[in-house]
């Protein structure tokens, strides 16, 4: 069975960094492409960042600049570097790598 093992969540300042970690078991990930989403209360999941297993990468809009997806093949793990947070970005972030979902970090930011 497939797991993904997201860390890294808290409370930060706005204006401070977070780094989300996910932690893949079994042989997906080197397949795979990876992805961050967050879900904010009484809102829609919505993507973040994704990375093939080439290393490409796309983000949202409301991120670039801002976040930083990354992987590690050697260690199936796959991150986001989180830089410059807004109050907008308090959710709950899943990493996911299809069909597989992580069961959530909460990352909330203080104004």
């Known amino acids: 069975q497939v797991q993904l093992v997201e860390s890294g969540g808290g409370l930060v300042q706005a204006g401070g960094s977070l780094r989300l970690s996910c932690a893949a078991s079994?042989?997906?990930?080197?397949?795979?492409?990876m992805g961050w989403y967050r879900q904010a209360p009484g809102k829609l999941r919505e993507l973040v960042a994704t990375?093939?297993?080439?290393?490409?990468?796309n983000y949202a809009d409301s991120v670039k600049g801002r976040f930083t997806i990354s992987r590690d093949n050697a260690k199936n793990t796959v991150y986001l570097q989180m830089n410059s947070l807004k109050p907008e970005d308090t959710a709950v972030y899943y990493c996911?790598?299809?069909?597989?979902w992580g069961q959530g970090t909460q990352v909330t930011v203080s104004s």
């Open positions: 990375i093939t297993s080439g290393g490409n990468t």
């Open positions: 996911h790598g299809f069909p597989y």
């Open positions: 079994g042989s997906i990930f080197s397949i795979n492409a």
